[in-house]
Nanobody, 121 residues
């Protein structure tokens, strides 16, 4: 599985962005998908995840109610809709594929290259 993240950019606090992660291969449909982020000088942290069917989702407390993860298996793409963005959301965002709906970096096997999100105050 190869993953390509896109949709990042520079926005102001309160704005919205939608990240996309396009995958290659039909095996995509078997995998749970996650979004993680990494700010400068910090460890990569969990943001959101969605099961292979899309029926289950999981969110970090810091984004719950503001971010929504979804997937379109026909388009082999996963999305992260980010609303009410805050300066502390600034980071490189990575999408990842794994066997289980997890919250840990080690639970994901395949990773995209990352897309930068910068939120100005």
């Amino acid at each position: 599985v190869q993953l390509q993240a896109s949709g990042g950019g520079l926005v102001q606090a309160g704005d919205s962005l939608r990240l996309s992660c396009a995958a290659s291969g039909r095996a995509f449909r078997r995998y749970a998908m996650g979004w993680f982020r990494q700010a400068p000088g910090k460890e990569r942290e969990f943001v959101a995840a969605i099961s292979w069917s899309g029926g289950s989702t999981n969110y970090a407390d810091s984004v719950k109610g503001r971010f929504t993860i979804s997937r379109d298996n026909a388009k082999i793409t996963v999305y992260l809709q980010m609303n009410s963005l805050k300066p502390e959301d600034t980071a490189v965002y990575y999408c990842a594929a794994g066997a289980e709906l997890g919250r840990r970096v080690a639970e994901y096997t395949y990773w995209g290259q990352g897309t930068q999100v910068t939120v100005s105050s």
